[in-house]
């Protein structure tokens, strides 16, 4: 095997098992840094071997082995040789094993106890998605930073805090108990949230979607779904995840422009996503979770998927959800996408009413979707010089260009709109008469998280 081969074969392994494989080992060395270089200094040595010998039948236990061969030469110069190595050794059953399913039980446990460390609440909220993407996720600084804009030190930077801070603190590896598990599984929640939208509806940058972000955090989400089947927020989100996902392939043209969701051609979404997002709100559900804050965003969700064109969309219904929303996670961006729903379920004019009582909301003061939603039930109302400047305020506070030129243009529309009669105008701002922007705050976000949890980013 050439090096080129075995480099491409040791990212691939990698990808798939390092979450497992530094699970297993900050078990044993109660350090996830120490762990982190255990398993990349077994990468190295796969990088150094395969090509001689081959790829090992199974990878994941060479990995293991490997790592814990020099574990143990660590723990020797710790002078903690003998306890730990008896824990080790304890271990070392699971590398020789056929194909390394003997300890599934135990590979979940160290799985989940990854997650809740790297989304220990002593860690940043910045701190807490570079660990988690770099350790579950897998992915290497340099992808992180590149999904996220920021320099490659940054996220370097991060990292080593994160680590410091975690053995500074002496965070126990472990899943925390039963009373503390609510507050940290939010914030485990929360990240994987975070990532997905990010992807799903960038702040920044030249393109409106990052992809890979979202399929990680979907991978992460059903993951940790598996290692805990009991709680109903986890399907919740999976769910939310999975119909939000189902859109991709419907939210930009062919130049990678934003189609919004009223405009979207519904035959491309993805049908068996839906169908598995579906199916985890009904598990939420039958896990009496039908009241929690991603069950709710699913459910929201659901309306989208289930009309199959968009006056078919259950707006009422909508509406309803948001209030529900608004009384177990209370927000600014839940209001805005209330009032949204409201507009859309009972005339711009009331509507409007609702968003110009969030005006001065100091949350939302430099919220780009606050002036869009604004112009664009302004322009449903024929009031197009005034849409004109709530487009172009709020194209001033996005950081996203394709974002910003969407707003640029409909700020041009109502500008040539002024003047035309009502109808006319209205059928050239929302390109149909089906929704415009304010049916995308709406519409499209479901999850509502471009700029928060409850914001979908899709809303120029």
């Not at 996220?155 to 590896?173: D, E, M, N, S």
């Amino acid at each position: 095997m050439v090096a080129t081969d075995a480099r491409r074969a040791v990212e691939a392994v990698w990808r798939i098992e390092s979450a497992r494989l530094i699970a297993g080992l900050a078990r044993m060395v109660r350090d996830v840094g120490l762990a982190e270089e255990l398993a990349q200094d077994a990468m190295v040595s796969a990088l150094e071997q395969w090509p001689e010998h081959g790829i090992p039948r199974n990878p994941g236990a060479w990995l293991m082995t490997a790592a814990k061969n020099r574990a143990v030469d660590i723990i020797r110069r710790k002078q903690n040789y003998q306890r730990k190595l008896e824990q080790i050794g304890r271990d070392t059953e699971y590398d020789h094993a056929p194909d390394a399913e003997s300890k599934v039980g135990e590979i979940d446990d160290d799985l989940l106890r990854l997650v809740f460390t790297a989304c220990h609440p002593v860690l940043s909220t910045e701190a807490q998605v570079a660990l988690t993407l770099r350790m579950l996720g897998g992915l290497t600084t340099d992808e992180i930073a590149r999904a996220f804009l920021v320099p490659e030190s940054t996220v370097a930077q991060r990292i080593v805090r994160a680590k410091k801070t975690l053995a500074k603190a002496g965070v126990p590896f472990e899943v925390p108990a039963e009373d503390e598990r609510d507050a940290r599984l939010a914030s485990v929640l929360g990240v994987i949230y975070l990532i997905f939208n990010e992807g799903y509806s960038a702040t920044a940058g030249d393109d409106w979607m990052r992809p890979a972000l979202c399929e990680d955090a979907l991978r992460l989400a059903r993951v940790l779904a598996g290692l805990m089947p009991r709680e109903p927020e986890v399907h919740g989100l999976v769910a939310l995840l999975e119909i939000q996902a189902s859109r991709a392939k419907a939210r930009t043209g062919p130049d990678g422009e934003p189609v919004l969701l009223l405009e979207q051609n519904r035959a491309r979404w993805d049908q068996m996503l839906i169908r598995r997002g579906l199916a985890a709100l009904a598990k939420a559900e039958s896990l009496r979770g039908a009241g929690g804050p991603y069950a709710l965003q699913a459910a929201i969700a659901t309306c989208h998927a289930r009309a199959r064109v968009p006056e078919d969309t259950d707006w009422t219904r909508i509406a309803g959800l948001y209030e529900a929303l608004s009384l177990v996670a209370p927000s600014p961006i839940i209001d805005l996408n209330h009032a949204v729903a409201i507009g859309m379920a009972f005339g711009p004019a009331v509507g409007l009413e609702l968003v110009d009582e969030l005006v001065d909301e100091p949350a939302l003061k430099d919220y780009h979707l606050l002036p869009s939603v604004r112009g664009d039930l302004l322009a449903k109302l024929g009031r197009h010089a005034e849409a004109k400047v709530e487009f172009e305020r709020a194209a001033a506070l996005t950081r996203n260009a394709r974002e910003r030129k969407l707003l640029l243009d409909r700020a041009a529309l109502n500008c040539a709109a002024s003047g035309v009669a009502g109808e006319v105008a209205w059928k050239s701002t929302s390109r149909g008469g089906s929704g415009g922007l304010a049916g995308r705050v709406a519409g499209e976000a479901d999850a509502y998280g471009g700029g928060g949890a409850e914001d979908d980013g899709d809303t120029a």
